[in-house]
């Protein structure tokens, strides 16, 4: 694993606990549909025992407790996990929330029937020690997931960088290849999980579209929640903000509807130990 300095913001905890309450209220929703496909996939059902590593605000958590199913929701940032902490509770979910390096969780072998990352294991410094992880802490014949962005088919940072630049023209991303997009492919997904030693291994590919009620405002909201955006939000002028944010959303509208709608691809991966 790399030194703090070597890691990109959004791979340390401090990048996700601060934004976590705008986190919920602009990005989870966008991953909503996927956790619904990734609880089916895992056939999670009343009496299953069932892992979330790096749950963030817990859209699949919540989804999972929704069908019955007991729940541990795991992250690294603080944030998330006082958030996640208090939606358990609103929702009397049959669970509980801790907080956990995904790499090395503190959990003891062979304990949950099923066990996943939605999301967040694309952002481990080492992404095959998380899914070894995953493997060790589900029962033999128990199934894993990964569920990582469509390297071209998640439309949200190429909408934000197209705004950018309406602002600041020839500006450049601040990662040529975004941390999440390390595993933005059908190959590299099945390789991963498969190395690590799960079998009947597939690959879904999955799309849904997100509507965004205030699309300015989830723009301005990024740099809250997408830590490596932020020193270039930071330097932008209260005149360049405004025409990022007018050039996002009229990326996002059609038609004079007020309301965005975001496309997503998402590539998830589930096996058997």
């Known amino acids: 694993m790399g030194t703090a ?3 990109s913001p ?11 309450g705008e986190y919920d209220t602009w990005f989870a929703p966008v991953t909503r549909g996927f956790a619904a496909d990734a609880v089916e996939l895992l056939g999670l059902g009343p009496g299953s025992r069932f892992l979330d590593v790096a749950a963030g605000t817990g ?27 208090e939606r358990f509770a609103d929702a009397g979910v049959d669970g509980s929330v801790a907080r956990m390096d995904g790499q090395a969780l503190d959990l003891p072998d062979a304990s949950f ?3 996943a990352s939605l999301f967040g294991l694309i952002f481990f410094p080492d992404m095959a020690a998380g899914v070894r992880e995953l493997l060790r802490v589900v029962r033999p014949g128990g199934r894993v997931l990964v569920g990582a962005w469509h390297r071209s088919g998640f439309s949200l940072p190429f909408a934000v960088m197209r705004a950018l630049r309406t ?16 595993l933005g492919d059908r190959a590299g997904l099945e390789s991963l999980l498969t190395e690590a030693g799960l079998r009947d291994v597939r690959v879904e590919v999955a799309t849904h579209v997100a509507e965004v009620a205030d699309p300015a405002a989830m723009f301005r909201a990024v740099p809250l929640w997408a830590a490596p955006l932020k020193p270039v939000f930071d330097a932008l002028s209260p005149e360049q903000l405004d025409r990022a944010a007018f050039a996002f959303a009229e990326q996002i509208t059609a038609g004079g509807d007020p309301v965005g709608r ?8 589930v096996g058997v130990r």
């Open 113 to 115: 029937d099923a066990a």
């Open 167 to 182: 602002a600041v023209p020839g500006l450049r991303p601040p990662q040529e290849e975004p941390v999440p997009f390390r």
């Open 5 to 7: 300095t070597d890691l």
């Open 59 to 85: 859209a699949l958590a919540l989804a999972a407790a929704a069908t019955g199913a007991s729940v541990v929701a795991t992250d690294f940032a603080p944030g998330m996990v006082a958030l996640l902490a």
């Open 10 to 20: 959004d791979q340390l905890p401090s990048g996700w606990t601060d934004g976590a």
């Open 262 to 269: 975001l496309p997503g691809t998402a590539l998830l991966g």
